[in-house]
């Protein structure tokens, strides 16, 4: 070759560039796979998460449920025993009124004390020592 550059050529070796392609492809394929293993392990992952927390969603609505059951059946008793005591408090109410009566302290006097009814006029001997009569009987001392 003239002005002493030489340019080498290399043969091509088509069995060399075969084996290339081969191993280029595989070692593709396997990143392939692997990025698929990530991916459906990553979609496994999210699945699992999903149902977990719908699952613990679920679980806490039933325990929520099931404590506001027992909530409304306790006001339910409470509301009913309310009721009862209103109404015993209503019958004891009357009774302490009958009780009460006037006539029927006085009926209990008289027969089975033996007292009688006051009489409306009492005199009482009036005080020497008072000068002037102010309309109040005074008893002596």
Request: hydrophobic residues 40%; glycine residues 6%; aromatic residues 10%.
């Amino acid at each position: 070759m003239e002005g002493g550059t030489e340019v080498l050529a290399r043969k091509y070796d088509y069995y060399e560039a075969w084996e290339e392609e081969r191993v280029f492809s595989k070692n593709k394929r396997k990143i392939a796979v692997e990025n698929k293993k990530e991916a459906s392990t990553t979609n496994a992952r999210t699945v699992f998460v999903v149902v977990a927390v719908g699952i613990a969603c679920y679980l806490c609505g039933v325990v929520l449920g099931s404590a506001y059951f027992r909530g409304c059946n306790a006001l339910v008793a409470l509301k009913i025993q309310e009721e009862d005591l209103l109404a015993k408090n209503e019958a004891l109410q009357i009774d302490v009124d009958k009780l009460r009566n006037p006539a029927r302290i006085t009926d209990i006097a008289s027969r089975q004390l033996g007292m009688s009814t006051a009489r409306n006029n009492i005199y009482v001997q009036a005080d020497s020592n008072k000068i002037a009569y102010d309309g109040y009987a005074y008893a002596k001392k």
